[in-house]
């Protein structure tokens, strides 16, 4: 697979980006083996542009997030962020490079310091990297804080004086304070109440649009995902089984897993809700230390022939920016018949 | 928090009056008798005599309460009177040691130097000794500086000072000849010499104390670093693009720092309790060494005033301990 994305201006390109975490065992700590938690992934995010990271618990999506922000020990392959390949660069020119790429995290509780005021928290990046008075760096987190939607008076007050809702949109701007180009958004709404959730989409919506933000957007709400990414990417078992724009993917999945991830989101309408045909897969996701052979996604896959427990599949172009990994994907063979039930009716 | 300080010292007194009346009858249920050691020559008739003029004449009650009256009233007063020179005690009693029969608080009062130099020092070297160990344990986990860390707190934690102390009289007093096994505290530092020997003297009881110091602080510090390195907030300070030294220094330790703050805090009563068996070895005069000399003799008020004295600190960094949790801890408020 040469060319993973898209046209040239790509921002960030990933290529057979690998990490694997050794398992280590018995009294002198050998390693025995190692958990693929990202196996050989690659795609391009281009400027501007929201791509959706998807998939199941334990599929290595954080991990990915992590990696390309240098925070997560990259085992393999490359990540180009402008230009600059972020994986061989010293852990001086990572420093330099932070405020390009910064992250907002899944928890927002746990990702501020318990003992820092939000001021300080705002601050400390600027501090770390604009040589800036104290009078400029006050100014800039007032002006931060008003851009996330928070009373600058409440800058001298510690996390847990917040609400969820606040405490995640003071990691938002935490992460806006250097400028950033790249935002990795690990899942940044899964521990907020619904309600708060939307806000927090809407204004990394409208943050987007102020500041021309890029982000990659990592979760397993495929509803909130369809509604923030530009393109989406599945991932399964440490790989991108399926990576597409977004109204393709949605309306015509190549991958049967991909296939299935759809089948469980639930329609709002009931008429509709009620004719849905939910594909359900037998057994559990395979450990990421031990994969299957072939296909990653072979043991669940209800189309699975010979060729996939044997050979696995490349990520492959099949449509303009459509690329699937899979064996039956581009013919038209449906193979066995998919195990489809109806959804019980509470 | 100043409420909270307030409550919590009133809360105190109630608790403590409990404390002494239980050491009291602790000590009077205990068997011993302070005229054991007279000679068997004095007869029955005058031990007794002296036994009723020591004041164990009286039922027990009086006796608990003459003692209440004797350390709280008596002493506190005179100790006022000590530091102002206004003559308020009068010819109050006080709470007399029966082995010298001199004040017990007096006493306590010129063993503490000795105590707090040996101890004290001991256990600041022991807390210095351990926050680094802890800290690079717990930043290299499971690399051979953390492995080595282990096997020497757990040596430092299981072995006890009785058997190190001796241990290094053995090797550097009695084969070597370095050092002395005796810890001479009339001696006074004038010189540079003297100095030389001031240090030699306080090597071996200050490192028995401080390693058994060193290994359990150096263990929770090891533990607390561990739970905070892995949280999200140290991941956050990396991705503002932090120095690595910062991001443990500052994000990591601070947060560590709270529960290990706590355990010091806690342990400070004990330096002034004393090491009993330490002292005892290297012969420190101190008062850990008082009250086991006054233990042996069934010296009873001075038995009783120094336990008293030791539940009064505990109580006291107890509370210390809570409140510098709070100063730290943005997240606990006492209200």
Same mark, same amino acid.
Not at chain 1, 23 to 36: D, F, H, Q, S
Not at chain 2, 130 to 147: E, H, K, N, T
């Given at each position: 697979?040469?060319?993973?994305?898209?046209?040239?201006?790509?921002?960030?390109?990933?290529?057979?980006?690998?990490?694997?975490?050794?398992?280590?065992?018995?009294?002198?700590?050998?390693?025995?083996? /190692?958990?693929?938690?990202?196996?050989?992934?690659?795609?391009?995010?281009?400027?501007?542009?929201?791509?959706?990271?998807?998939? /199941?618990?334990?599929?290595?999506?954080?991990?990915?997030?992590?990696?390309?922000?240098?925070?997560?020990?990259?085992?393999?392959?490359?990540?180009?962020?402008?230009?600059?390949?972020?994986?061989?660069?010293?852990?001086?020119?990572?420093?330099?490079?932070?405020?390009?790429?910064?992250?907002?995290?899944?928890?927002?509780?746990?990702?501020?310091?318990?003992?820092?005021?939000?001021?300080?928290?705002?601050?400390?990046?600027?501090?770390?990297? /604009?040589?800036?008075?104290?009078?400029?760096?006050?100014?800039?987190?007032?002006?931060?804080?008003?851009?996330?939607?928070?009373?600058?008076?409440?800058?001298?007050?510690?996390?847990?004086?917040?609400?969820?809702?606040?405490?995640?949109?003071?990691?938002?701007?935490?992460?806006?304070?250097?400028?950033?180009?790249?935002?990795?958004?690990?899942?940044?709404?899964?521990?907020?109440?619904?309600?708060?959730?939307?806000?927090?989409?809407?204004?990394?919506?409208?943050?987007?649009?102020?500041?021309?933000?890029?982000?990659?957007?990592?979760?397993?709400?495929?509803?909130?995902?369809?509604?923030?990414?530009?393109?989406?990417?599945?991932?399964?078992?440490?790989?991108?089984?399926?990576?597409?724009?977004?109204?393709?993917?949605?309306?015509?999945?190549?991958?049967?897993?991909?296939?299935?991830?759809?089948?469980?989101?639930?329609?709002?309408?009931?008429?509709?809700?009620?004719?849905?045909?939910?594909?359900?897969?037998?057994?559990?996701?395979?450990?990421?230390?031990?994969?299957?052979?072939?296909?990653?996604?072979?043991?669940?896959?209800?189309?699975?022939?010979?060729?996939?427990?044997?050979?696995?599949?490349?990520?492959?172009?099949?449509?303009?920016?459509?690329?699937?990994?899979?064996?039956?994907?581009?013919?038209?063979?449906?193979?066995?018949?998919?195990?489809?039930?109806?959804?019980?009716?509470? | 928090? =100043?409420?909270?300080?307030?409550?919590?010292?009133?809360?105190?007194?109630?608790?403590?009056?409990?404390?002494?009346?239980?050491?009291?009858?602790?000590?009077?249920?205990?068997?011993?008798?302070?005229?054991?050691?007279?000679?068997?020559?004095?007869?029955?008739?005058? &031990?007794?005599?002296?036994?009723?003029?020591?004041?164990?004449?009286?039922?027990?009650?009086?006796?608990?309460?003459?003692?209440?009256?004797?350390?709280?009233?008596?002493?506190?007063?005179?100790?006022?009177?000590?530091?102002?020179?206004?003559?308020?005690?009068?010819?109050?009693?006080?709470?007399?040691?029966?082995?010298?029969?001199?004040?017990?608080?007096?006493?306590?009062?010129?063993?503490?130097?000795?105590?707090?130099?040996?101890?004290?020092?001991?256990?600041?070297?022991?807390?210095?000794?351990?926050?680094?160990?802890?800290?690079?344990?717990?930043?290299?986990?499971?690399?051979?500086?953390?492995?080595?860390?282990?096997?020497?707190?757990?040596?430092?934690?299981?072995?006890?000072?009785?058997?190190?102390?001796?241990?290094?009289?053995?090797?550097?007093?009695?084969?070597?000849?370095?050092?002395?096994?005796?810890?001479?505290?009339?001696?006074?530092?004038?010189?540079?010499?003297?100095?030389? =020997?001031?240090?030699? $003297?306080?090597?071996?009881?200050?490192?028995?104390?401080?390693?058994?110091?060193?290994?359990?602080?150096?263990?929770?510090?090891?533990?607390?670093?561990?739970?905070?390195?892995?949280?999200?907030?140290?991941?956050?300070?990396?991705? &503002?693009?932090?120095?690595?030294?910062?991001?443990?220094?500052?994000?990591?330790?601070?947060?560590?720092?709270?529960?290990?703050?706590?355990?010091?805090?806690?342990?400070?009563?004990?330096?002034?309790?004393?090491?009993?068996?330490?002292? $005892?070895?290297? &012969?420190?005069?101190?008062?850990?060494?008082?009250?086991?000399?006054?233990?042996?003799?069934?010296?009873?008020?001075?038995? $009783?005033?120094?336990?008293?004295?030791?539940?009064?600190?505990?109580?006291?960094?107890?509370?210390?301990?809570?409140?510098?949790?709070?100063?730290?801890?943005?997240?606990?408020?006492?209200?």
């Amino acid at each position: 697979m040469s060319e993973a994305g898209l046209t040239g201006d790509a921002l960030v390109e990933v290529r057979n980006l690998k990490v694997h975490f050794p398992i280590t065992a018995g009294i002198l700590r050998r390693t025995v083996g /190692e958990v693929r938690a990202v196996d050989d992934v690659s795609f391009d995010i281009s400027s501007g542009e929201t791509l959706g990271l998807v998939g /199941e618990s334990g599929c290595g999506k954080t991990t990915a997030g992590r990696a390309i922000l240098r925070l997560a020990e990259i085992t393999s392959g490359s990540i180009r962020i402008m230009g600059t390949d972020i994986v061989k660069a010293d852990a001086r020119s990572v420093r330099e490079l932070r405020p390009l790429m910064q992250m907002i995290f899944q928890d927002p509780q746990a990702s501020l310091n318990p003992r820092m005021t939000v001021a300080d928290i705002i601050g400390e990046p600027l501090r770390e990297h /604009e040589a800036s008075t104290l009078r400029r760096r006050q100014d800039r987190v007032d002006e931060l804080m008003e851009s996330v939607g928070l009373n600058r008076d409440h800058a001298s007050r510690y996390p847990h004086e917040f609400s969820g809702g606040q405490r995640q949109r003071i990691g938002i701007a935490r992460a806006l304070a250097l400028n950033p180009r790249l935002i990795v958004c690990d899942e940044p709404i899964a521990a907020l109440d619904v309600s708060i959730q939307a806000q927090v989409v809407n204004l990394l919506e409208e943050l987007q649009d102020r500041f021309e933000l890029t982000y990659l957007f990592i979760s397993h709400d495929l509803g909130m995902v369809r509604h923030i990414a530009d393109r989406v990417a599945v991932m399964y078992l440490g790989t991108i089984v399926e990576l597409a724009p977004r109204s393709d993917l949605y309306a015509d999945p190549k991958h049967p897993y991909t296939e299935a991830l759809l089948s469980a989101v639930p329609e709002p309408n009931p008429a509709t809700e009620r004719e849905r045909q939910r594909i359900i897969l037998e057994g559990d996701v395979p450990s990421p230390a031990n994969a299957p052979s072939g296909c990653v996604f072979c043991t669940r896959c209800p189309k699975a022939i010979d060729l996939c427990r044997r050979e696995r599949p490349e990520f492959t172009k099949i449509g303009p920016s459509r690329f699937v990994a899979c064996h039956l994907a581009g013919t038209d063979q449906p193979g066995p018949q998919a195990n489809l039930r109806p959804v019980p009716s509470n | 928090m =100043f409420h909270y300080t307030v409550r919590r010292l009133l809360y105190a007194i109630p608790t403590l009056l409990l404390i002494s009346l239980i050491l009291f009858l602790l000590l009077d249920l205990a068997p011993g008798d302070p005229t054991a050691q007279l000679p068997l020559t004095i007869p029955p008739d005058v &031990k007794e005599r002296i036994r009723a003029s020591l004041g164990l004449g009286e039922p027990i009650h009086i006796r608990y309460l003459l003692w209440l009256q004797q350390f709280f009233v008596n002493e506190s007063l005179h100790l006022i009177s000590e530091l102002t020179g206004w003559d308020i005690s009068g010819d109050r009693q006080r709470v007399i040691s029966w082995q010298t029969r001199s004040p017990v608080v007096d006493i306590v009062i010129q063993r503490l130097p000795q105590t707090l130099w040996v101890v004290g020092l001991s256990y600041v070297v022991g807390i210095a000794i351990a926050l680094p160990i802890g800290i690079i344990s717990a930043y290299r986990q499971y690399s051979w500086f953390d492995q080595v860390g282990t096997f020497v707190s757990m040596v430092g934690f299981s072995v006890p000072t009785f058997f190190t102390g001796v241990l290094l009289i053995v090797i550097f007093s009695v084969h070597l000849g370095w050092l002395p096994s005796i810890y001479d505290t009339t001696h006074v530092v004038t010189d540079w010499n003297s100095f030389l =020997f001031q240090i030699r $003297q306080l090597l071996m009881p200050v490192f028995v104390l401080a390693l058994f110091n060193a290994a359990q602080i150096s263990r929770f510090m090891r533990a607390s670093m561990l739970d905070n390195l892995n949280l999200d907030y140290v991941r956050t300070a990396r991705s &503002k693009g932090l120095a690595e030294r910062a991001v443990i220094l500052v994000h990591v330790l601070r947060n560590s720092m709270i529960p290990v703050v706590t355990v010091i805090a806690l342990g400070v009563p004990s330096v002034f309790g004393g090491a009993i068996i330490t002292e $005892q070895i290297f &012969k420190v005069n101190g008062l850990g060494q008082l009250l086991i000399i006054a233990i042996e003799a069934s010296d009873i008020p001075m038995v $009783q005033t120094l336990s008293f004295i030791f539940a009064i600190l505990i109580v006291l960094f107890n509370l210390i301990a809570d409140v510098i949790y709070g100063i730290l801890d943005p997240r606990i408020r006492y209200d």
